[in-house]
């Protein structure tokens, strides 16, 4: 969403503010006040003649929003520059003018957000809100608003009262505008029981992460460049810049860095007395920083990641690539929720075909039967005629024999019997010809029978096919449900062998501290043998240099007045001269003995240093 489009929706705001007859329409002088407003907030130098030009009262009346749009797009919106002006200042004069008339919190003090809060919450629904007027959220996006504040209360959203909310209203299932949203929020119904002060501290820390880029912001550990010293900074990561201040109030900048896709972010080893620590390298230095534990560390190290993708992608924020792809994800579903109804609808419509092929071939079938039933009534007719016509025909022979052998004398009656009885033969040729033709018609009958087979054997075979492409369509159905089984358990598989990396790591983490631990005792015990011996060495040596001078046969004690007997000069002399080069022997060997030891012990803190780092970094990971 670029900046016009952002611009035109809280301007849109403050037009329909000034619409007080709810006509589309504002009258020149509102309008000419309504711009002299923007052009001072949005830092754009006045244009008064152009201003009395366009809205000179000589023509017709108040101006709608088609006529205005020209001068704003022309005048206002083209000479506007990103960074020339405060977006806060631009959207707080928008809702002061639209507040007024559409905003009505609770008289009584029971809103659950403060008037500063309600100006956030608007700005936010201007966001995520759709690029079509009049200007509405989506349910999917009301969600994800409200999910972001109760996490950012450490709460969790009732979404069964949002969704009763959302379906006590059938409009609503299209979009909410943003005085319902501010209604509904202030109606306490899904903050019940929360306070308002946590309420502001959680739409303010949302305002800031959504609308101001704030990716991430806290206290953090910052090495000097000069004089190298740690100091603590209050740091605010956006995806252009990483800056840093004396304090969360950021009223002191202190320092600014520069994020491009040539920077990079890379976890260090613990020293100087910090731990959790990280560098931000550039192209022109490397910023060393520590975080208060290893999940900070992490966070902001994901944080920093983020931006410089951002930076490489050309994106300037993620909250509107994110809310393009949440609007992608959601044409996506309405698509595919558009193919199921598609696909629904075609087999409805190949039910109630198959239905009405059915129906068409049980009328076939109800056909046929009458035909066959017809079929029938004929024959058994044309069978009891032809009874009849046989039984005629031997009654009448049997009468011409009796006839013939009864009347051979009377030859005159007998040819006019004959002459009837020709007649007669005639008229049974007629019969038999019309049997024939009725013949001919039962041959014709059964040929329409035989075509009226036909048919229902082709319908037959296209439901057959129908049924096929059917049962094609459903065996591509569990294919794919089988195949995306099989992937899910892929990525399960994936997870579970991540996890066993994860304690395997773990598990060799614990054996080297272990080990780390045996070696530290191992170094304790042998400096404590070490100091034992020496001390032993020093008591020999003693007891060495007392018994240096042998005593002769025939020398006498001399006791002074200890009472121990004399030695002479000279042999004290050379007695303190060999304990003097003992003695310095002595303390040499026993400073090589040290410095040994403390090679020892410093490769075992080296050996545990460089061990420790590679730990981390596993646990990190």
Known sequence: MDLRAELLKSIWYAFTALDVEKSGKVSKSQLKVLSHNLYTVLHIPHDPVALEEHFRDDDDGPVSSQGYMPYLNKYILDKVEEGAFVKEDF??????????????????GNSVVSHKDAFRLWCLFNFLSEDKYPLVMVPDEVEYLLKKVCTAMNVELNCCELDDHLSQDPQHQSGMTVWQFLDLVNSGKLLRGIEREAVSMAVEEVYQEVIEDMLKQGYLWKKGQLRRNWSERWFTLKPSALSYYMSEERKEKKGSIALDKHCCVEVLPDRDGKRCMFCVKTSSRTYEMSASDTKQRQEWTLAIQTAIRLQAEGKKSLHKDLKQKRREQREQRERRKAAKEEEMQRLKQLQEEKERKLQELELLKEAQRQAELLLQEEEQRRRLQHEEMQRTLEIQLKEAEQARASMQAEMVLKEAEAERQRKRIVELEEMQERLQEALHQEVKARQDEESVRYAQ?????????????????????????????REKQVLKQEMENKSKYLEEAQKQLEEVRENRQRVDQDVMAAQRKLRQ????????????NRLMHPIGPGEKRMTPCGGFPSIPPVLLTRRESSLKLRQRLEDKNYDLEREDSKKNVNNGETRRLSLSPDMDTESSN
Do not use: F, G
Request: with cysteine; proline share 2%; glycine share 0%.
């Open 533 to 544: 011996a020496s001390t032993n060495v020093k008591h020999w040596n003693v007891q060495m």
């Open 91 to 108: 959207d707080e004069l928008c809702w002061t003018l639209t507040a007024k008339k559409n905003y009505k919190p609770d008289r009584n």
């Open 457 to 485: 054997a082709r319908l037959l075979a296209e439901e057959e096919e129908k049924l096929k492409e059917l049962m094609k369509l459903k065996e591509e159905q569990e294919e794919y449900i089988i195949q995306t089984q």
